[in-house]
């Protein structure tokens, strides 16, 4: 069997069950997200007359306090869910890795000062950082995609990084630079992508972990008002949780599902991705 | 069954080691190998990468991973039967019949022990004694092996190359062994370390009256230091024979090629041959002579029939067609080469 | 006599070490002088050897040259120019590695495993300008054939789907194909099986042949050196020992070292009785220097003039040997 490296890769993705799972799961909301319009499901702003229903034919999910049918809005939410984690976990991803590439190749003063603003993102807290900003410049939703990603990103610059120090030796650099490659090339068409597969395989983790930030916030009611997501949904069925549990139960049941089948398919990926794979 | 009694150390018939791959493949590592080591005999062990004499050598000192399997074939030292030993059969034929000259000082020595101590453990592993005496065994063959006393207390990565060799041959020789298995214990040294080791061990081999299996790639060094020579070929036998004999009169296209590729620094500056072609992929189900993809006089019954062993002198056999034919003599690869 | 391509003028590279041991020893910083002084001329069209053991400093050496480190001291001119100070230079630079290039040694790891053979080659002409895709075709398909590579076999391969030997070829057609007029080959086939070697070393012939390149062939291997190389240069710790024609070195060798190297390297004909000079001792370790003539201590021949003043090469018939005996 001569595979080639994507076809062996695939292959040894494919044999990870739980990861690909998450990866249907994943894929599955993702799904849900983008097509969501022309889904037959009820309008989520729709007010009816049957507030606080549980789960019915009519209702899948039953209705939240003014009548909206829960199983929409919770569909609803995947979109804001995924946009955040997608979006954040790559901005983080992006950043880390020219951060952490930069540092690692150049050495020298470049990498000490780069380390040490690392360092000091690195024990902030993240979760009040954010509502720090939030709280100060507004909670529109792509700020906190942003500041979620601005947050997040040192542990990706300390894998590149990390990685970035060991190739630079690698002798296929050294001839690259003996056959008068900038250093920008070197380091972003040759470190960068024979370096970055345990950035990938953390950042998609790292989208998990964007979605329960989100949720955090909107739970919080420090998310955007203007968008359904499952923190916000949560929230809205705090106070009547006792007499009806369905409001607050269902997002947060997706919400968990979301993040388990992420975190499966990045454990599952970062298996593969393991440095082993990529050597001969 | 041994049949010259007591001459006769190690006898191999048939041997074939295969390994599972994980693609549910099999590669046939070792595929039919069959060979004798008397006592006193200094047998070279020749072939490329690939070709199976590293796993043969793991085979015979049972060292194998867990994916590797015997298919068939029998193993006889002294009469016992080694393939059939049970562990603890196993751990008295490992280092007191038959030990083993690593490569590297890596596969061997553990870097957070001295070495002092790595050999006296060893040793004591074997034989039940106290510490002392262990102790002055090993000084004794840090004497044998050149190695000045003091460096018993010495980590390994405080030793040159040439000594960590050293500490290796010592190792090798605690427990009296009767045969030597060396896989390329010079590889990685340089040429003037490598020719004192080299040196040394023969020399040890000689006075304590032992055995010696030769693993190498390099022709020049078993040319040497063995008076007998076993050419591999993608797994299979090519040609042995005494050294002398394969030398002056090669018998398989492989081992003329092998020979012409080998640089003589004080031979004519001839050009040096090179081979075309790559070794076979012993996953896949081959038929035939292994080299007859690269072989110049290759035929069509080559590619269907196994070649048959082709006495030709003595010891010397070789496993062609064609061996010994007239017109099989010395061809000219360098022509091919063109 | 040809023209001298490489002038090498008291280069030296000293490396400053930084363990706690080292500064115990000496006062102040403690350095390996892994090239220590050492002069050579590199001539037009020739394929000079430099042989030594490991640690010898000839890896150093080539990268110096190639300019891929910068000399503590010296000065290297090629072609007239001074290239020393060119390292800070980045147009400067990227014009000299269109004619001065490297050839490493290790096959399986010269190759970016993410690049196809033909996105390898096709790195070097595009950093030079060259980005059309018919004549980047044009270009790669002409160097493969060069170097004995079929191009519809092997274009779009991964380098893990080719053999040792060819993933070599590849490496030597990336370093050409920009035609360069010298090429450094740091133990190019030193991870070869052996009978893929010679198709190396042919082909390195043959390239001196088609393009006129100049070769600096470096190894640790004599015999395979012999067979290639015009000249020869020795190497012991640091310094250069010996240089000569082949000839002379294999045949005839003066230094002390040389004939100890030469009468090392094992034979491979059964009859053949080599007597080997032995050699006692080890080669120092690189922080402790000895003093004099490096090579006193292991020396037969050694004198008291050898163990206080470091010998210079001399002219001796048209070679250079650094011996005081």
């Known amino acids: 069997m001569n595979l080639t490296r994507k076809g062996r890769f695939i292959h040894e993705l494919a044999k990870q069950r739980m990861a690909m799972t998450g990866f249907f799961v994943v894929c599955l909301f993702f799904l849900i997200a983008v097509f969501l319009q022309v889904l037959p499901v009820p309008d989520p702003f729709a007010l009816s007359l049957h507030p606080f229903h549980l789960p019915s034919g009519e209702h899948w999910m039953g209705t939240d306090n003014l009548g909206r049918d829960l199983f929409s809005r919770v569909l609803w939410g995947t979109r804001a869910s995924l946009l955040v984690g997608v979006l954040s976990a790559g901005l983080s991803g992006v950043t880390g890795i020219i951060i952490g590439g930069i540092a690692g190749y150049y050495g020298g003063w470049v990498d000490d000062l780069l380390s040490r603003i690392t360092d000091v993102f690195l024990v902030m807290p993240i979760f009040f950082l954010l509502i720090l900003i939030v709280s100060l410049f507004g909670s529109h939703i792509f700020f906190v995609i942003f500041s979620i990603g601005l947050v997040t990103w040192p542990r990706n610059a300390r894998i590149m990084r990390a990685q970035a120090l060991a190739l630079k030796k690698r002798a296929y650099v050294t001839a690259a630079i003996g056959s008068g490659a900038s250093s920008f090339r070197v380091l972003f068409l040759h470190v960068v992508p024979n370096g970055v597969s345990p950035v990938i395989a953390y950042t998609v983790i790292l989208i998990g972990q964007a979605v329960l930030v989100e949720a955090g916030l909107s739970f919080l009611g420090l998310g955007d008002p203007n968008v359904i997501s499952w923190g916000q949904l949560i929230r809205s069925g705090q106070q009547s949780f006792a007499s009806a549990w369905w409001i607050s139960f269902f997002p947060g049941l997706m919400l968990l599902v979301m993040v388990s089948a992420v975190n499966f398919f990045g454990d599952g990926l970062s298996v593969v991705l393991n440095p082993r794979m990529m050597r001969r | 069954m041994a049949k010259d009694g007591n001459n006769t150390l190690l006898e191999v018939h048939d041997l074939r080691m295969h390994y599972r791959l994980a693609s549910g493949a099999v590669l046939k590592a070792v595929d039919g190998v069959t060979f004798s080591i008397k006592r006193g005999d200094k047998l070279g062990l020749i072939g490329e990468s690939g070709c199976g004499k590293t796993s043969l050598a793991m085979t015979l000192m049972g060292l194998l991973p867990e994916n590797a399997f015997i298919a068939e074939g029998r193993i006889f030292f002294e009469d016992d039967d080694v393939l059939s030993f049970s562990p603890g059969q196993w751990r008295e034929f490992r280092w007191e019949k038959v030990s083993m000259v690593f490569q590297s000082a890596m596969n061997a020595l553990d870097p957070v022990y001295r070495v002092g101590k790595q050999l006296t453990d060893v040793y004591r592993l074997h034989r039940k004694c106290s510490k002392e005496e262990a102790m002055k065994h090993v000084e004794s063959l840090f004497h044998l092996t050149g190695l000045p006393v003091s460096r018993l207390s010495s980590y390994p990565h405080e030793l040159s190359g040439g000594m960590k060799q050293r500490v290796i041959i010592a190792m090798s020789l605690l427990c009296n062994p009767s045969l030597i298995i060396a896989d390329e214990p010079t590889t990685g040294l340089d040429v003037i370390i490598q020719e004192q080791i080299m040196r040394e061990i023969v020399s040890l081999i000689d006075q304590l009256e032992l055995s010696m299996l030769l693993v190498s790639h390099d022709v020049s060094v078993v040319t040497e230091t063995c008076n007998r020579i076993l050419v591999m070929y993608g797994g299979k036998v090519a040609e042995s024979g005494d050294i002398v004999d394969v030398f002056n009169n090669p018998s398989h296209p492989y081992t003329m090629g092998l020979l012409e590729a080998f640089p003589n620094i004080h031979g004519p500056v001839k050009g040096l041959v090179a081979l075309p072609g790559s070794p076979p992929n012993l996953a896949l189900d081959l038929v035939g002579c292994r080299f007859a993809p690269r072989c110049p006089r290759k035929e069509a019954l080559c590619e269907e029939e196994d070649p048959p062993e082709t006495l030709l002198h003595g010891n010397h056999v070789a496993f062609c067609h064609f061996a010994g034919e007239p017109g099989m003599k010395w061809i000219n690869y360098r022509e091919l080469n063109g | ?325």
């Open chain 3, 1 to 325: 006599m040809d023209k001298v391509m490489v002038h090498i003028d008291n280069i030296v590279r000293h490396f400053p070490v930084k363990s706690s041991l080292a500064a115990l020893f000496s006062r102040g910083q403690a350095y390996v002088r892994a090239v220590d002084n050492v002069s050579l001329e590199i001539r037009e069209r020739e394929i000079l050897g430099l042989a030594g053991e490991s640690g010898c400093g000839k890896s150093t050496l080539g990268r110096l040259l190639a300019l891929l480190d910068k000399p503590t001291q010296g000065v290297i001119r090629f072609e007239g120019t001074n290239i020393t100070d060119m390292l800070g230079q980045r147009r400067r630079l990227k014009e000299f590695r269109k004619k001065v290039q490297m050839i490493l040694q290790d096959p399986y790891e010269s190759l970016d495993p993410r690049f196809t053979v033909h996105d390898a080659i096709s790195e070097p002409l595009s950093i030079h300008g060259i980005r059309s895709a018919p004549k980047l075709q044009d270009r790669i398909e002409k160097m493969l054939k060069v170097v004995g590579l079929s191009s519809n076999d092997v274009l779009n391969k991964y380098p893990h789907e080719l053999s040792g030997g060819q993933r070599q070829r590849v490496s030597i057609a990336r370093a050409m194909v920009l035609e360069p007029r010298f090429v450094i080959a740091d133990e190019p086939v030193s991870m070869l099986d052996v009978s893929v070697r010679a198709g190396i070393l042919k082909l390195f012939d043959h390239l001196r042949q088609q393009f006129g390149v100049t070769c600096l062939f470096i190894s640790h291997d004599i015999a395979v050196v012999r067979h290639l190389c015009d000249r020869i240069a020795i190497m012991y710790m640091g310094k250069i020992v010996e240089v000569g024609t082949r000839d002379e070195i294999i045949n005839t060798p003066m230094h002390p070292y040389t004939m100890a190297l030469i009468s090392a390297v094992p034979v491979p004909d059964p009859q053949y009785k080599r007597t080997s000079v032995p050699l006692g001792g080890e080669v120092p370790d690189a922080l402790r220097v000895p003093s004099g003539c490096r090579f006193h201590p292991r020396c037969r021949h050694a004198e008291k003039i050898c163990r206080s003043e470091e010998p210079e090469l001399k002219d001796k018939g048209g070679r250079r040997v650094a011996c005081f005996t």
